[in-house]
């Protein structure tokens, strides 16, 4: 790609916030913005996967959400000419984001929803802010103020209650609640890699680049991706496309435009969004609605992301 000079590279850097500054006076429209964006394209991803479950294998839906969204990506990249040269430690920390959040999270959440319904997996998804915001603390100095700590424990609280509803009387339920997490841990795996790489390089050459890598992971399924493609009916690789343009082009964008500008654990709190509006979205257009005590976990959970949110 091409290179900027190296006027270009210290204005990028100029623009950006500091090493670990977060604005005083909270977040500005534009990244409030971007954090709505990033919440409703992640909830319709949940049905989207979920209405695919017939035409891709979870291996090859991954593999070619992330091919679309890489290549849709290196083309805005390549149309702007900005490129910023990561340093060593840069590339390490986008080659974990890229394998653990889009590649692994992105096979066990294809796979988990192949068992249990989109609002089920969205809220079990969820447990993944509680384990940004605790790892936040501990590695990106974010601190552990005594209301995260409570409110994460509600939160799991929560989750268990989701996982229970989801398990009873059928074992493939216990593997898609178990997929989940594995989801929700490699999440905030990710989110930990790519934090500190938005210090300095753009959002979006972060996100095309931990989206090239995630695609690169999941090229074993390459084969399979074009038995799937060859078999699928059109609206299925409209549903394809659509995963690869706007949950993934999209919204990883602003998400990571957005965790440039503040706290980890912050931001990961705001996407407990994403369950309420999954389920109302999966709710006309698959018919699913989580068992009641499946709602009563998710509630609780979001009962728990609240009181993180409390200062004193």
Do not use: H
């Amino acid at each position: 790609m091409p290179s900027v000079s190296s006027q270009g590279m210290a204005t990028a850097s100029v623009a950006r916030p500091a090493a670990g500054a977060t604005p005083s006076a909270g977040p500005t429209p534009a990244v409030l913005a971007a954090v709505l964006v990033t919440v409703i394209a992640w909830a319709s991803a949940f049905v989207a996967i979920r209405g695919m479950k017939d035409s891709f294998e979870p291996g090859s839906l991954a593999l070619g959400r992330l091919l679309v969204g890489g290549i849709a990506l290196a083309a805005v990249l390549l149309a702007r000419r900005t490129w910023v040269r990561p340093t060593p430690r840069e590339w390490g920390l986008l080659v974990v984001c890229g394998v653990t959040w889009f590649a692994v999270y992105n096979v066990a959440l294809n796979a988990a929803e192949q068992r249990i319904d989109a609002g089920t997996a969205a809220m079990l998804i969820a447990v993944g802010p509680v384990l940004i915001a605790l790892l936040a603390g501990a590695l990106l100095g974010e601190g552990f103020p005594r209301w995260l700590l409570i409110g994460a424990g509600i939160a799991f609280a929560g989750a268990v209650l989701i996982g229970a509803a989801t398990t009873q009387g059928a074992s493939t339920d216990v593997a898609g609640a178990l997929l989940c997490l594995l989801a929700a841990l490699t999440w905030a795996i990710g989110v930990m890699a790519q934090k500190p790489v938005l210090r300095r390089l753009p959002a979006l050459q972060v996100t095309q680049m931990a989206c090239t890598g995630g695609a690169i992971a999941c090229l074993p399924f390459a084969g399979r991706l074009l038995q799937d493609a060859r078999t699928a009916p059109a609206g299925a690789i409209t549903a394809l496309a659509y995963l690869g343009l706007v949950p993934t082009a999209v919204a990883f964008v602003t998400w990571a435009y957005a965790l440039s500008r503040m706290d980890a654990g912050r931001l990961g709190v705001t996407t407990y969004l994403v369950p309420p509006l999954t389920v109302l979205m999966a709710w006309p257009v698959l018919g699913e609605v989580p068992p009641p005590l499946a709602l009563a976990g998710g509630l609780l959970a979001l009962a728990g992301v609240a009181i993180t949110r409390r200062r004193r």
